[in-house]
């Protein structure tokens, strides 16, 4: 039996890994439960679990706590935001498994992460990262020779950049496959979770920036997929459902039997495959430049983003207008020459302000 801590417990991840977890009272205990700020779930959590107040805490200074102090095989970190690198950093200190659903941790962190992390000790959750990795065991590293991660397009795959300026924040919101919070679903649709995703894809499976490519998969059945040299593409596939890359987080690298429901192949399918538009959703060649000059310019990325979606949905500003701050943010940054805690909370603070003093000059 597995003991976990689940941190963003209230949230879609937590929530659907406790769903998980409630299925197979064999193979996991939770022993400790934290949440940003959401008391009332959290406190109907821990008495389902039957936990101490110490062992369900609010907050992400708490969880950090909570996670150096707990014994424990496994921690789902599904915070959302960089708030989830403090953790990120306890769970691999002290040995743990991380089962990671936060991925600003690691873009953020970037070497400070991997200079922590063992071999295996981090196992992707996010749909697309779990799909990598489950593909990669068709083959050893050295035979690969391309990452291709599938983005659904989102609501507005197809439009241009003057259709993109003037969609609403309920647009944006109103994402084709998958249910999400605000930020994740607003970087869904402006394709900013993709380059977030496509340093994350480096960082997880040390592949050149050069030999990651995006393709736009409307369905979001093919959840990523990995060439390898001989000219064979493995792809893997199932009906859109995190619990799948959830339970797989929880249990790699063995699978749970019953999790998700499989493709239905009595029935007639119909899979898409569009090459991505750069020139309009500009936030994925960004987000390669980004991780390639690493440092603290992936902090800046995101911190940044993070504001301007903040202020799209408060009516700030326009939709295209979110790549674009991250732009002027990336292109005013000075790194440090060493990459620390530090610097990296700096930076974040430095491009939230910025960020912030342009969205305020917009208005």
Same mark, same amino acid.
């Given at each position: 039996?597995?003991?976990?801590? +689940?941190? &963003? *417990?209230? %949230?879609?991840?937590? =929530?659907? /890994?406790?769903?998980?977890?409630? !299925?197979?009272?064999?193979?996991?205990?939770?022993?400790?439960?934290?949440?940003?700020?959401?008391?009332?779930?959290?406190?109907?959590?821990?008495?389902?679990?039957?936990?101490?107040?110490?062992?369900?805490?609010?907050?992400?200074?708490?969880?950090?706590?909570?996670?150096?102090?707990?014994?424990?095989?496994?921690?789902?970190?599904? +915070?959302? &935001? *960089?708030? %989830?690198?403090?953790? =990120?950093? /306890?769970?691999?200190?002290?040995? !743990?498994?991380?089962?990671?659903?936060?991925?600003?941790?690691?873009?953020?962190?970037?070497?400070?992460?991997?200079?922590?992390?063992?071999?295996?000790?981090?196992?992707?959750?996010?749909?697309?990262?779990?799909?990598?990795?489950?593909?990669?065991?068709?083959?050893?590293?050295?035979?690969?020779?391309?990452?291709?991660?599938?983005?659904?397009? &989102?609501?507005?795959?197809?439009?241009?950049?003057?259709?993109?300026?003037?969609?609403?924040?309920?647009?944006?919101?109103?994402?084709?496959?998958?249910?999400?919070?605000?930020?994740?679903?607003?970087?869904?649709?402006?394709?900013?979770?993709?380059?977030?995703?496509?340093?994350?894809?480096?960082?997880?499976?040390?592949?050149?920036?050069?030999?990651i490519e995006v393709t736009v998969h409307p369905q979001s059945v093919i959840h990523s997929m990995v060439e390898f040299v001989d000219g064979s593409v493995?792809?893997?596939?199932?009906?859109?459902?995190?619990?799948?890359?959830?339970?797989?987080?929880?249990?790699?690298?063995?699978?749970?039997?019953?999790?998700?429901?499989?493709?239905?192949?009595?029935?007639?399918?119909?899979?898409?495959?569009?090459?991505?538009?750069?020139?309009?959703?500009?936030?994925?060649?960004?987000?390669?430049?980004?991780?390639?000059?690493?440092?603290?310019?992936?902090?800046?990325?995101?911190?940044?983003?993070?504001?301007?979606?903040?202020?799209?949905?408060?009516?700030?500003?326009?939709?295209?207008?979110?790549?674009?701050?991250?732009?002027?943010?990336?292109?005013?940054?000075?790194?440090?020459?060493?990459?620390?805690?530090?610097?990296?909370?700096?930076?974040?603070?430095?491009?939230?302000?910025?960020?912030?003093?342009?969205?305020?000059?917009?208005?």
């Amino acid at each position: 039996m597995r003991h976990v801590i +689940i941190l &963003g *417990s209230t %949230g879609s991840i937590g =929530t659907q /890994a406790i769903e998980v977890i409630n !299925k197979n009272p064999d193979k996991f205990k939770v022993v400790g439960l934290a949440a940003g700020s959401n008391s009332k779930d959290l406190e109907a959590q821990r008495d389902h679990f039957g936990l101490s107040s110490s062992q369900a805490v609010l907050g992400a200074e708490a969880a950090t706590k909570l996670v150096s102090e707990t014994e424990a095989d496994v921690v789902l970190n599904g +915070i959302t &935001g *960089s708030i %989830g690198l403090a953790p =990120t950093l /306890a769970a691999l200190r002290t040995g !743990k498994t991380l089962a990671l659903a936060n991925k600003e941790s690691l873009i953020v962190g970037g070497q400070l992460v991997k200079d922590l992390a063992k071999p295996g000790q981090i196992v992707p959750v996010d749909s697309e990262h779990s799909a990598i990795a489950q593909c990669l065991r068709a083959g050893s590293s050295s035979e690969v020779r391309k990452l291709i991660l599938t983005a659904s397009g &989102g609501p507005f795959r197809g439009f241009s950049k003057t259709q993109l300026s003037e969609v609403t924040p309920a647009q944006a919101l109103a994402h084709p496959t998958w249910v999400m919070g605000q930020v994740v679903t607003t970087n869904s649709a402006s394709m900013v979770n993709k380059g977030l995703e496509l340093i994350e894809a480096h960082l997880l499976f040390d592949i050149p920036f050069e030999r990651i490519e995006v393709t736009v998969h409307p369905q979001s059945v093919i959840h990523s997929m990995v060439e390898f040299v001989d000219g064979s593409v493995i792809a893997q596939a199932s009906p859109p459902d995190m619990k799948l890359p959830i339970a797989l987080g929880l249990s790699w690298p063995e699978r749970i039997a019953e999790v998700s429901s499989p493709i239905d192949w009595s029935k007639s399918h119909s899979w898409q495959f569009d090459p991505l538009d750069e020139n309009v959703f500009g936030a994925v060649k960004l987000a390669r430049q980004v991780g390639k000059l690493g440092k603290s310019y992936p902090a800046v990325y995101n911190a940044s983003n993070e504001q301007a979606v903040a202020a799209f949905h408060a009516g700030l500003i326009s939709f295209d207008q979110i790549t674009e701050l991250i732009e002027r943010a990336l292109e005013a940054h000075e790194p440090d020459s060493q990459l620390s805690l530090e610097s990296v909370l700096a930076a974040e603070k430095w491009a939230r302000d910025r960020t912030d003093a342009q969205i305020a000059k917009a208005c």
